[in-house]
């Protein structure tokens, strides 16, 4: 090989690696970029977990007070209006069958 040949080659080598250190350059810049959106991506998401969370702590927090269970003796009080006033539509409809002739 000639000094002229092994310049070419020589130099051949350099450009073909700066070449390839600028593609792998980009390709990296790609993947950081992909990489940093999918970041934002997941850091907004947790934002807003973080939000809901707190969010629904403070719903939980100050919530209305329930409503008290009724006073012994209420429950049977409603029952029997109910069951009162289920015999007198019965009585009702009963008259009125035999108004009609159908008792």
Do not use: C, W
Request: proline share 5%; glycine share 4%; hydrophobic share 45%.
């Amino acid at each position: 090989m000639t000094q002229n040949e092994i310049i070419l080659f020589v130099s051949g080598l350099l450009i073909g690696a700066q070449i390839m250190a600028v593609t792998v350059m980009v390709l990296d810049l790609r993947e950081a970029r992909r990489d940093l959106t999918l970041a934002e991506k997941h850091r907004r998401r947790a934002a807003a977990d973080l939000f809901l969370n707190s969010f629904r702590t403070y719903r939980l927090e100050n919530r209305p007070p329930l409503p008290q269970p009724y006073k012994p003796g209420e429950v049977e009080a409603i029952a029997r209006d109910l069951e009162l006033s289920l015999y007198d539509v019965v009585y009702r409809i009963e008259g009125a069958a035999r108004k009609d002739g159908l008792l």
